[in-house]
């Protein structure tokens, strides 16, 4: 099968190649495995993070990828779940122990064995991967392969970071940063919280007029402040700048969700213009969100068919993935990038 390989920690600036095209034998499935005949791949920033070392795999060579749409086309002995030719996806978790304390309690995304898919085990860059039954959720039908494949990741962890927020019909939510993951935030927040107002940041007014098409009672620039107080905010963005600005945009007892695997250093000296009184006292919070539980993918694609949402995309064939990669990175983006295999 064909198969990009992450080979090294590559500075996508001056390396405009980071992958690697490589024919290799198709992997057969362990007892409890499926194997996946690969159709769609979504293109996440997080390979950018696992590519440019900020969050590299463990070894080398490691196919990325983690918003995999697919067919069964064969189970090992103990894998029961599926028949061949069912359509699958696969999103961020590819396992985890099932049995510390975080497993038990359903917090299956802080376990300490937790693996990514296209980092810790090779991913959906491919034309075929394999991966636990258990950890492969089924993709209704109202979605085509392309559609689903983004779902997977910026939608799942969307809704995660929504859950998060702790967020009630009839409070302001905010978001700052306007790319894949928020856009699904806001139809997801339009349809559970018909009675909230949404608020969005970002730095073009291209994204700015989106956002107001999609329903944000407002639209500004990283820096502005807000018209009301917001009892949450999403902040998705790669950098600090936001975080600090959009603290000052919170109500007492406000909570920030970050929702990023790792923050690009290039502007963390803005940090320094954290002002105690102005962005944090009164019991503001600020809370990361890391990884995803299978019940984040699961009920966000139940959900997600409900409203309906069909996320825009733009498709890549799958020997251009460098080229979707290194676009993702200089933000040439027009909806979310779809890797199609033939
Ligand atoms: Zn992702
Ligand atoms: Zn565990």
Not at 69 to 92: L, Q
Not at 198 to 226: N, P, Q, Y
């Amino acid at each position: 099968m064909k198969a990009l390989f992450m080979e090294k920690v590559v500075d996508l600036r001056q390396d405009k190649e980071p992958l690697t095209m490589r024919e290799v034998p198709i992997p057969g499935p362990a007892d409890a495995e499926i194997l996946i005949k690969i159709s769609a791949c979504g293109v996440c920033h997080t390979e950018l993070d696992e590519i440019e070392g900020r969050t590299p795999p463990p070894s080398y060579p490691m196919i990325p990828g983690h918003q995999v749409v697919g067919r069964v086309e064969k189970s090992g002995k103990k894998a029961t779940r599926f028949k061949s030719g069912d359509r699958v996806g696969v999103a961020w978790i590819f396992s985890a122990c099932g049995e510390c304390e975080f497993c038990r309690s359903g917090q299956e995304n802080l376990c300490p064995e937790f693996r990514a898919t296209g980092r810790d085990a090779n991913g959906g860059y491919a034309e075929y991967m394999t991966v636990p039954e258990n950890f492969a959720y089924p993709i209704p039908k109202i979605f085509t392969d392309e559609e689903a494949a983004p779902l997977l990741c910026a939608g799942a962890i969307g809704y995660r970071s929504l859950r998060l927020t702790g967020m009630k019909d009839g409070q302001n939510l905010g978001l700052t940063g306007f790319g894949a993951s928020a856009h699904l935030v806001l139809k997801m927040a339009n349809f559970q919280y018909p009675n909230s107002k949404i608020f969005v940041f970002a730095r073009s007014e291209k994204e700015r007029e989106f956002a107001r098409e999609l329903g944000a009672v407002w639209a500004g620039d990283t820096t502005e402040t807000a018209p009301e107080k917001l009892n949450c905010i999403i902040d998705t963005t790669p950098v600090w700048k936001p975080v600090v600005e959009a603290m000052k945009n919170l109500k007492p007892g406000g909570r920030l969700v970050i929702n990023a695997i790792r923050k690009e250093n290039l502007d963390k000296d803005y940090l320094l213009q954290l002002n105690y009184p102005e962005h944090l006292w009164l019991e503001k919070e600020i809370k990361s969100v890391a990884n995803v539980a299978r019940r984040d993918v699961s009920e966000f694609l139940e959900l997600a068919a409900k409203i309906p949402i069909k996320p825009e995309f733009q498709t890549y064939p799958l020997e251009h993935a460098n080229q979707a990669l290194v676009e993702l990175k200089e933000r040439k983006i027009r909806g979310a990038k779809v890797l199609v295999m033939q």
